[in-house]
């Protein structure tokens, strides 16, 4: 293993990839867009009241909303997963100096589909009980978990083997991660402030910000564990530890 890398560093050189690469922000934007128009297709059939004020106020039309929530939030994370792949491939071949072909990702990460599925499903439940139960838990399985893909996509691993490789991989580095985590978000929040304040008046200008705002957010959030594994591993010793 290479020397450890710098958070700044990581953070820096990872969103630089997305700007001399903005095609690779293209499958979350389609996810994304894909989303609100679900979204938007749900709300013509299915009668929510306007002014919710408490969950009593949902109650009458709470078993007509749980089904499409509970159908679509499962297709919005198989997605989701599948892209993380597409993404992970990606950074590999931008860091070998390779040609970007969306296409051969996409090809590569559906013969792990259902690999990565398991992985995505998995961790968001342990996330999602963690934080309900109690928030640290949460953080923490966050920060595990953190780097699964990469193992999965690189080292020919299981959904709960590469869950595993990533909690070994995370242990030394609990601060770096938190700051990958926050970081981003933080410049979510104050984007979707700001697209807020300026395009108030402008709902369709406002929605078309957050959707690109949240794309490339999610974008980096992919780039961020796979530009660390490779930059720590290195390409070759990467490669060797795939053959082994």
């Known amino acids: 293993m290479n020397k450890e890398v710098n958070a700044r560093e990581v953070l820096t050189e990872s969103f630089k990839i997305i700007?001399?690469?903005?095609?690779i922000l293209l499958p979350m934007i389609i996810l994304f867009i894909f989303d609100r128009l679900q979204g938007y297709l749900a709300?013509?059939?299915i009668d929510i009241p306007d002014n919710i004020k408490s969950i009593e106020d949902l109650m009458p039309?709470?078993?007509?909303?749980?089904?499409?929530?509970?159908?679509?939030?499962?297709?919005?994370?198989?997605?989701?997963?599948?892209?993380?792949g597409i993404i992970t491939v990606t950074i590999k071949n931008i860091l070998e100096n390779k040609d970007v072909s969306l296409i051969t990702a996409s090809r590569l990460a559906s013969k792990k589909a259902s690999l990565l599925i398991a992985a995505g499903l998995i961790i968001g439940l342990v996330i999602l009980a963690g934080t309900l139960f109690f928030i640290i838990p949460g953080v923490?399985?966050?920060?595990?978990?953190?780097?699964?893909?990469?193992?999965?996509?690189?080292?020919?691993?299981?959904?709960?083997d590469g869950m595993e490789a990533s909690k070994a991989f995370a242990r030394n580095k609990k601060s770096k991660t938190i700051y990958f985590l926050t970081i981003p978000l933080l410049f979510l929040i104050l984007g979707i402030s700001i697209a807020g304040f300026i395009f108030d008046t402008?709902?369709?200008?406002?929605?078309?910000?957050?959707?690109?705002?949240?794309?490339?957010?999610?974008?980096?959030?992919?780039?961020?564990?796979a530009y660390v594994y490779l930059k720590e591993f290195g390409v070759e010793a990467q490669l060797q530890r795939i053959v082994t």
Do not use: H, Q
């Open 61 to 84: 039309v709470l078993l007509s909303i749980l089904p499409y929530l509970i159908i679509s939030s499962i297709l919005i994370y198989i997605i989701y997963a599948i892209i993380e």
């Open 43 to 45: 709300s013509t059939y």
């Open 140 to 160: 923490l399985f966050t920060i595990w978990y953190f780097y699964t893909i990469p193992f999965i996509m690189f080292e020919n691993r299981g959904a709960l």
């Open 202 to 225: 402008v709902p369709m200008a406002n929605i078309a910000i957050i959707i690109l705002l949240d794309s490339v957010i999610s974008t980096w959030y992919s780039v961020i564990p």
């Open 19 to 23: 700007l001399r690469k903005p095609i």
